[in-house]
């Protein structure tokens, strides 16, 4: 196989065969996005590198596999680039069980240099999807194997700190989301896990809105309509509320909604038509 001149300019056409993107829309993307800014020629042909392509190849598999809008790819990508210049990488492919041993030791010792440091190789090494999973399955073992509760709060508030710092690479970046979404995490949640799903609607182009301590169902209106929120959130974890929020949702019917609870919610019909009901594993589908 014959190595690739990093030095190559490559024609549209060209790029269009390599990357599956059709010629307009790649000047669209480049118009409305500045998703990258391609070489002229003197009669204002483009041009691109090898390095424009890789990342164009990037951004579509963000969009078609992980359902991230083209406006918010651009971030989404430099955010990448910047945890992974700044945090030492794993391999993604090797056994994790040793990796998930090693956290649970360090969180039993109150070791918080290395609990750190295992939350930013988890945080550089894997997308969202993966990641939750594994977050899901560290504090079930901590419950399981009977770690001391403080040394499991330490832990959730290293990792909750860990993804307010990734929220503020986004919260940052040029491209701001138009839509609005609120994010309601109901009482008995790790605190983590609103911030989480904050991060995954920002990459589903929302600006996730989300207030700190409980606050009653019914008082969210008192957010909602001012702020113009375009969608909800209810996590539910382990289906604690389900009869306030299924009459709370069915009240508003008018605003779309998604829950995210645990496998009950397969057997459950939505209460209203804008109502999605999302049982884990599947909260992470891209919202529509």
Same mark, same amino acid.
């Given at each position: #196989?014959?190595?690739?001149?990093?030095?190559?300019?490559? /024609?549209?056409?060209?790029?269009?065969?390599? +990357?599956?993107?059709?010629?307009?829309?790649?000047?669209?993307?480049?118009?409305?996005?500045?998703?990258?800014?391609?070489?002229?020629?003197?009669?204002?042909?483009?041009?691109?590198? %090898?390095?424009?392509?890789?990342?164009?190849?990037?951004?579509?598999?963000?969009?078609?596999?992980?359902?991230?809008?083209?406006?918010?790819?651009?971030?989404?990508?430099?955010?990448?680039?910047?945890?992974?210049?700044?945090?030492?990488?794993?391999?993604?492919?090797?056994?994790?069980?040793?990796?998930?041993? @090693?956290?649970?030791?360090?969180?039993?010792?109150?070791?918080?240099?290395?609990?750190?440091?295992?939350?930013?190789?988890?945080?550089?090494?894997? @997308?969202? #999807? /993966?990641?939750?999973?594994?977050?899901?399955?560290?504090?079930?073992?901590?419950? +399981?194997?009977?770690?001391?509760?403080?040394?499991?709060?330490? $832990?959730?508030?290293? *990792?909750?700190?860990?993804?307010?710092?990734?929220?503020?690479?986004? %919260? +940052?970046?040029?491209?701001?989301? @138009?839509?609005?979404?609120?994010?309601?995490?109901?009482?008995?949640? =790790?605190? $983590?896990?609103?911030?989480?799903?904050?991060?995954?609607?920002?990459?589903?182009?929302?600006?996730? !809105? %989300?207030?700190?301590?409980? !606050?009653?169902?019914?008082? #969210? #209106?008192?957010?909602?309509? &001012?702020?113009?929120?375009?969608?909800?959130? *209810?996590?539910?974890?382990?289906?604690?509320?389900?009869?306030?929020?299924?009459?709370?949702?069915?009240?508003?019917?008018?605003?779309?909604?998604?829950?995210?609870?645990?496998?009950?919610?397969?057997?459950?019909?939505? =209460?209203?038509?804008? @109502?999605?009901?999302?049982? $884990?594993?599947? $909260?992470?589908? &891209?919202?529509?």
């Amino acid at each position: #196989m014959n190595s690739i001149d990093q030095n190559a300019l490559y /024609p549209i056409r060209e790029v269009s065969r390599l +990357t599956g993107v059709k010629p307009i829309t790649l000047r669209a993307w480049e118009r409305r996005y500045e998703l990258i800014e391609p070489v002229r020629t003197e009669s204002g042909h483009r041009l691109y590198t %090898q390095d424009h392509i890789e990342f164009l190849q990037r951004a579509v598999k963000l969009v078609e596999e992980d359902g991230i809008p083209i406006s918010r790819v651009k971030a989404v990508l430099h955010e990448q680039a910047h945890l992974q210049r700044e945090t030492p990488i794993l391999n993604p492919q090797q056994d994790i069980s040793p990796l998930l041993q @090693s956290i649970l030791g360090h969180v039993k010792q109150f070791n918080i240099t290395q609990i750190e440091r295992s939350l930013d190789r988890l945080l550089a090494d894997y @997308s969202l #999807m /993966p990641l939750l999973s594994i977050l899901v399955t560290l504090e079930r073992r901590m419950v +399981t194997d009977n770690i001391n509760r403080m040394a499991i709060k330490l $832990w959730q508030t290293a *990792l909750t700190q860990r993804l307010q710092v990734r929220l503020h690479h986004f %919260q +940052t970046a040029n491209l701001n989301p @138009s839509k609005r979404i609120y994010i309601h995490s109901v009482s008995g949640n =790790p605190p $983590w896990l609103g911030k989480f799903i904050a991060l995954f609607s920002f990459e589903q182009g929302y600006q996730p !809105i %989300q207030l700190d301590g409980a !606050i009653a169902i019914e008082q #969210m #209106m008192d957010v909602i309509k &001012p702020l113009n929120i375009s969608g909800l959130i *209810l996590i539910d974890k382990y289906e604690t509320n389900s009869l306030e929020w299924k009459v709370w949702l069915k009240h508003y019917a008018a605003l779309r909604t998604w829950v995210f609870g645990d496998t009950s919610l397969e057997d459950q019909t939505p =209460p209203s038509v804008n @109502s999605e009901l999302r049982a $884990w594993p599947n $909260w992470l589908k &891209p919202l529509r």
